[in-house]
């Protein structure tokens, strides 16, 4: 348990350090995109604020005024920086609402949806993966592949209008759009899981196949294990490293790019916030959402490092 | 035998007897595709106004016609320079404190110096004098309490501002009260037992942002959604055929149009915006893209602007050889690849327009493919929609296809002073001025006399029907799907209430 924990720490030091060092330069790099991108900013926030029936150019000098956008760009950056030292992300430069209310709303949502369709998904591929992995090249594997390619290329966009128009316009099991409850997670989750178990069940399958050849499960099995307790005690964990490292890569993807899926379903999300954001050029909601996109990132690798060593012993020497 | 019998009864009179029981339905779900994400009238006013959380000083019913909001009563001095306002006694904001001129006059002058309605109209001060409101002007203005009934003017309570000043919580006086508010998607709303007027039949209500029409035609179909704004053309001939609810398209005062710079040597000569507009497949774009064939626009002004429209204007038709025979006077000669050349210069051009309303892309093209026809080469250009006002501003336009709201205030004259009014506008006439349309719109702006009204706005229309600075295409319908058990819905045709308030469930 000690060399679990001091190895626990030093990856812990190790990914703080990183979290500074990402801060700062998704902060500037954001910064330098959204400068670099064509157009008057000004332009871009007055329509963002006040929608095309108000906005005009005597609107977008009033930003501009507003925001000090005419000040050198080294003094917007300097400016925010600071702010980021007192840990404050600053002011919506469209809705005037603090980014760091907005984010925490829409961040909240992201996870939920996210950790809806991780657990739908690994409540599809685990079962898939394993089954068609004790019999690989049989019927069910071929078949299994042939609709893991199929879902794998419908769009989500599509697949949750499908879903919407099943269980919610005819069956009626499950609301259309919105988040009052729990039901409403059903539906999104499922559209983005199945999309996900499409590739994370043949990843659990190549990993259990590979561990089911391997020596060591030939030598468990020569012992005597029986193959209920050779797959349960050996072949499962060994197996699993790979899928939990696929499992955080595919959280990563989920809490930015479910942009669509989020908009289909009216899910007040970070990505969408983002998208958003980056039209209406609202600098400083896109530096906040992704510093705290960058900073998730960190964490969800520290949540996978840390899994995988207390899943194989040997990462901890 | 008996047994299964006597249980089927009871369950049978429970089920009856529960039926009985079940309450009408007190609450009601609309979903439109606008997200709200602001405190801010100035940004979120549209939508604060529609659920009727915070109120105007002056209101306006469907036709457009002004009545009493918070104001009772209104009046102006002789030389229409001083407008006072009297206000409604007894009104409590949301959080229980008084309305007063203080509340009023604070809003007012926020909404004053920021962008809106109010930065245009001549004002010189804002006061509270002896619990009145009194706006004084620079020079007469008579459409003052149409601005006064937009939605960048509702009153919100002094408690809806941070102590920096900033719009931090939504607080107003309207029947309804916000009970929670997730940006950017949703706003609960609770009857507001204390209202000043009647008090909504209503108990609560949701307001829904879905951005894709997909989802809101869905959101109809299966209910989700009691009443669904903007339909796509799919969705809603699709939910025609629904049977639990009800489709409808209201006119309104909003027209996609051709905005040409006339200060580019093309179009500066009117022959060439006439050509321009012969070359437009009105009846083509009103029925296959916005699906709506009576919406073809043969005049700027809509039929839902009151006052505005006239059926006696000879309207715009399309004329493919009178196009073509136009720019042929203009010396444009067809090149080897069919497209018009004079003086050694091409007949190409770009066109700008935005993607937030998706048909205007779709008509571009189309524009893009019939203007080609009479030897035009059109580049479309598919942006963010600042980009037309920035390209009016550094004179780079050629020509932008949006839509524009005339109805914007009960009285169109603030939108078309400031399209047609002297130096043209971003959303306007761009490169041309007219004397005559100048003083006949300054004569609309300041006088309340109906007959030199009636002759300005006459002379207005003529000249824009004939001079075409800008070039109207289609007018728009809004498409709205409700429950048919839902009563007491009226769809307003200047969009600023969803008429929450007056409805109520049959069942």
């Given at each position: 348990m000690t060399i679990f924990f001091k190895s626990a720490i030093a990856v812990l030091a190790t990914r703080g350090l990183q979290a500074v060092i990402v801060a700062i330069i998704v902060g500037i790099v954001s910064f330098a995109m959204m400068h670099a991108l064509p157009g008057d900013?000004?332009?871009?926030?007055?329509?963002?604020?006040?929608?095309?029936?108000?906005?005009?150019?005597?609107?977008?000098?009033?930003?501009?005024?507003?925001?000090?956008?005419?000040?050198?760009?080294?003094?917007?950056?300097?400016?925010?920086?600071?702010?980021?030292?007192?840990?404050?992300?600053?002011?919506?430069?469209?809705?005037?609402?603090?980014?760091?209310?907005?984010?925490a709303t829409q961040l909240g949502y992201s996870l939920l949806l996210a950790a809806g369709a991780v657990v739908t998904s690994l409540m599809i591929a685990l079962p898939v993966g394993i089954a068609?992995?004790?019999?690989?090249?049989?019927?069910?594997?071929?078949?299994?592949?042939?609709?893991s390619v199929f879902l794998r290329a419908v769009p989500a966009f599509a697949l949750g209008i499908v879903l919407v128009f099943i269980?919610?316009?005819?069956?009626?099991?499950?609301?259309?759009?919105?988040?009052?409850?729990?039901?409403?997670?059903?539906?999104?989750?499922?559209?983005?899981?199945?999309?996900?178990?499409?590739?994370?069940?043949?990843?659990?399958?190549?990993?259990?196949?590979?561990?089911?050849?391997?020596?060591?499960?030939?030598?468990?099995?020569?012992?005597?294990?029986?193959?209920?307790?050779?797959?349960?005690?050996?072949?499962?964990?060994?197996?699993?490293?790979?899928?939990?490292?696929?499992?955080?890569?595919?959280?990563?993807?989920?809490?930015?790019?479910?942009?669509?899926?989020?908009?289909?379903?009216?899910?007040?999300?970070?990505g969408h916030a983002l998208v958003h954001a980056i039209f209406g050029r609202d600098i400083a909601m896109v530096q906040g959402t992704a510093l705290t996109l960058g900073l998730l990132y960190v964490a969800l690798n520290l949540c996978v490092d840390l899994a995988c060593r207390g899943i194989d012993p040997r990462e901890r020497a | 035998m008996l047994k299964p019998l006597s249980a089927a009864v009871s369950i049978a009179l429970a089920v009856s007897a529960g039926l009985a029981a079940a309450e009408t339905k007190s609450s009601v779900t609309i979903a439109s595709p606008w997200e709200v994400a602001s405190y801010d009238p100035a940004v979120a006013g549209y939508a604060i106004q529609k659920l009727q959380i915070m109120e105007n000083l002056v209101d306006a019913d469907v036709t457009g016609s002004l009545r009493p909001g918070l104001a009772t009563q209104w009046s102006v001095s002789d030389n229409g320079l001083v407008w006072e306002f009297a206000l409604r006694e007894g009104v409590r904001f949301h959080d229980g404190s008084v309305f007063d001129a203080t509340a009023a006059v604070f809003a007012l002058t926020r909404?004053?110096?920021?962008?809106?309605?109010?930065?245009?109209?001549?004002?010189?001060?804002?006061?509270?004098?002896?619990g009145k409101v009194i706006i004084?002007?620079?020079?007469?203005?008579?459409?003052?309490?149409?601005?006064?009934?937009?939605?960048?003017?509702?009153?919100?309570?002094?408690?809806?501002?941070?102590?920096?000043?900033?719009?931090?919580?939504?607080?107003?006086?309207?029947?309804?009260?916000?009970?929670?508010?997730?940006?950017?998607?949703?706003?609960?709303?609770?009857?507001?037992?204390?209202?000043?007027?009647?008090?909504?039949?209503?108990?609560?209500?949701?307001?829904?942002?879905?951005?894709?029409?997909?989802?809101?035609a869905l959101l109809a179909e299966s209910g989700d959604a009691d009443i669904?704004?903007?339909?796509?053309?799919?969705?809603?001939?699709?939910?025609?055929?629904?049977?639990?609810?009800?489709?409808?398209?209201?006119?309104?005062?909003?027209?996609?149009?051709?905005?040409?710079?006339?200060?580019?040597?093309?179009?500066?000569?009117?022959?060439?915006?006439?050509?321009?507009?012969?070359?437009?497949?009105?009846?083509?774009?009103?029925r296959a893209i916005t699906r709506f064939p009576e919406a073809a626009a043969n005049q700027?002004?809509?039929?839902?602007?009151?006052?505005?429209?006239?059926?006696?204007?000879?309207?715009?038709?399309?004329?493919?050889?009178?196009?073509?025979?136009?720019?042929?006077?203009?010396?444009?000669?067809?090149?080897?690849?069919?497209?018009?050349t004079r003086d050694g210069e091409r007949f190409a051009i770009t066109l700008r327009t935005f993607p937030d309303r998706p048909e205007l892309p779709l008509i571009a093209t189309a524009l893009q493919d019939q203007w080609r026809e009479i030897g035009i080469d059109l580049e479309v250009s598919v942006a963010n929609y600042s980009e037309i006002p920035a390209g009016h501003q550094d004179g780079s336009l050629h020509v932008a296809l949006y839509a524009r709201n005339y109805g914007l205030t009960p009285d169109p004259i603030g939108s078309v002073l400031q399209d047609f009014g002297q130096g043209g506008g971003d959303w306007g006439a761009m490169g041309w001025e007219n004397q005559k349309v100048a003083d006949a719109l300054r004569i609309i702006a300041s006088t309340s006399d109906l007959d030199q009204r009636e002759a300005g706005i006459a002379t207005v229309a003529d000249v824009l029907q004939q001079e075409l600075p800008v070039i109207p295409v289609v007018w728009y319908q809004h498409t709205v799907s409700v429950d048919k058990n839902l009563q007491g819905v009226v769809i307003d045709p200047l969009q600023r209430s969803y008429g929450l308030s007056d409805m109520y469930w049959t069942k």
């Open positions: 900013a000004a332009y871009r926030i007055a329509a963002g604020r006040y929608g095309y029936d108000m906005m005009d150019a005597a609107a977008a000098e009033a930003v501009r005024l507003e925001l000090g956008l005419d000040s050198p760009w080294f003094v917007q950056l300097w400016n925010w920086l600071g702010q980021l030292a007192q840990f404050d992300l600053g002011n919506s430069l469209v809705y005037g609402t603090p980014v760091v209310d907005e984010i068609t992995a004790l019999n690989p090249n049989g019927l069910l594997d071929r078949v299994t592949m042939g609709l269980f919610a316009v005819k069956l009626k099991w499950f609301p259309v759009a919105g988040f009052r409850g729990f039901e409403n997670l059903v539906l999104p989750s499922f559209t983005l899981g199945i999309g996900l178990a499409a590739v994370s069940n043949r990843v659990v399958r190549d990993a259990v196949v590979d561990a089911m050849n391997s020596d060591w499960q030939m030598f468990a099995r020569t012992k005597g294990l029986s193959m209920r307790l050779t797959l349960m005690r050996h072949v499962l964990r060994n197996a699993s490293l790979p899928v939990v490292t696929y499992v955080g890569v595919q959280l990563a993807y989920l809490i930015e790019g479910v942009v669509i899926v989020e908009t289909v379903f009216a899910w007040p999300g970070i | 909404a004053w110096e920021q962008p809106g309605v109010l930065k245009k109209a001549p004002i010189s001060e804002i006061a509270a004098l002896n004084t002007l620079e020079t007469p203005f008579a459409a003052l309490p149409a601005f006064l009934a937009h939605a960048t003017t509702i009153i919100p309570a002094t408690a809806a501002f941070d102590a920096e000043g900033k719009p931090s919580a939504l607080i107003g006086t309207g029947p309804f009260a916000v009970s929670a508010f997730t940006p950017p998607q949703s706003i609960s709303l609770v009857r507001n037992e204390a209202y000043w007027g009647e008090t909504a039949k209503l108990e609560s209500a949701t307001y829904l942002a879905a951005g894709r029409a997909e989802t809101r669904v704004f903007t339909l796509d053309a799919a969705g809603y001939s699709h939910l025609q055929h629904v049977d639990t609810i009800e489709t409808s398209a209201v006119p309104i005062p909003r027209v996609v149009a051709l905005k040409v710079n006339a200060g580019h040597p093309f179009f500066n000569d009117p022959k060439a915006r006439q050509a321009l507009s012969l070359a437009i497949p009105r009846d083509g774009i009103a700027l002004f809509p039929p839902a602007l009151s006052g505005w429209y006239s059926a006696e204007i000879e309207p715009l038709t399309t004329n493919i050889e009178a196009a073509k025979a136009l720019l042929a006077d203009l010396g444009w000669v067809a090149g080897d690849d069919g497209i018009l």
